[in-house]
């Protein structure tokens, strides 16, 4: 059965109109340029909401191909944005409220027949925001972040209770917000610069032999291992040169990874 509605909230440290503006003008920014995040990925080169009343928010594909997502209903800059789902039979209100240090975005996604499809994305998708709202004086104007072309797949018993392992432990990041106690999304993505490291549920019998190893470049190595032998991990070999400085440790399932000291040209 499908829920009658969705609702999610993240503070921005900005004012509502510049926080209306972001959500609405910076949308391609801000929108992660995942595989799972476009109904045709392959396909899209952007995301766009045409402002006002009738406008339409829009996957763009090449030239004048787009997928008409929503059409806009409501539209009061720095207050309210609503919209009228054109792929599903949804709804949707985005009410920017002023609180102390910025603004507070609620989005509420809503059923409007008993019997219709909800795709319920908003209550990750809002997330994105406050991240991009903390980097766009630096990125404003550039290329929106796009991954490589080469990921690194990784498969885990309890992949959410690896993401926050990883994070917490050899400080791998994410583009997205980190699964918390109790959730247990089908694909989580974590980063290391622009690649991306998937990490999925393993449905079959845990390998016996670790055949493969994962190579990341740090900005300070000797911190790096520091904060990774202070946490707990099972350190393989600790910080050894050969052309390169390097250490090799275990994660909390066994897989291998190798921290290297990043050159100083590195992105």
């Given at each position: 059965m499908t829920e009658p509605s969705a609702t999610a909230s993240v503070?921005?440290?900005?004012?509502?109109a510049t926080a209306f503006e972001v959500f609405t003008g910076e949308i391609d920014q801000w929108w992660l340029r995942n595989p799972i995040d476009f109904f045709d990925s392959g396909r899209a080169t952007a995301m766009r909401i045409e402002p006002g009343v009738g406008g339409r928010v829009l996957e763009v594909y090449s030239g004048d191909d787009v997928l008409e997502l929503a059409t806009i209903t409501d539209w009061q800059p720095g207050t309210r944005l609503g919209y009228r789902s054109s792929v599903d039979d949804t709804e949707t209100r985005v009410d920017f409220e002023p609180v102390a240090g910025g603004t507070r975005v609620t989005v509420v996604q809503s059923l409007i027949t008993d019997d219709g499809q909800a795709f319920y994305f908003w209550p990750r998708v809002i997330r994105w925001l406050p991240d991009w709202v903390g980097r766009r004086a630096a990125a404003l104007g550039k290329p929106p972040r796009e991954i490589e072309r080469l990921s690194i797949a990784l498969y885990y018993d309890d992949p959410a209770a690896a993401a926050r392992w990883l994070h917490e432990v050899f400080a791998i990041n994410s583009w997205d917000t980190l699964p918390a106690e109790g959730e247990h999304p089908m694909w989580i993505e974590l980063?290391?610069?622009?690649?991306?490291?998937?990490?999925?549920?393993?449905?079959?019998?845990?390998?016996?032999?670790?055949?493969?190893?994962?190579?990341?470049?740090?900005?300070?190595?000797?911190?790096?291992?520091?904060?990774?032998?202070?946490?707990?991990?099972?350190?393989?070999?600790?910080?050894?040169?050969?052309?390169?400085?390097?250490?090799?440790?275990?994660?909390?399932?066994?897989h291998q990874w190798t921290f290297a000291q990043a050159r100083p040209t590195m992105a």
């Open positions: 503070e921005v440290a900005v004012d509502p980063h290391v610069g622009s690649v991306a490291v998937l990490l999925f549920e393993r449905t079959g019998p845990r390998p016996t032999a670790v055949d493969h190893n994962v190579w990341v470049y740090v900005d300070d190595l000797d911190a790096h291992f520091a904060r990774a032998q202070a946490a707990g991990a099972k350190i393989l070999s600790e910080i050894h040169s050969h052309g390169y400085r390097c250490y090799e440790a275990e994660d909390l399932e066994g």
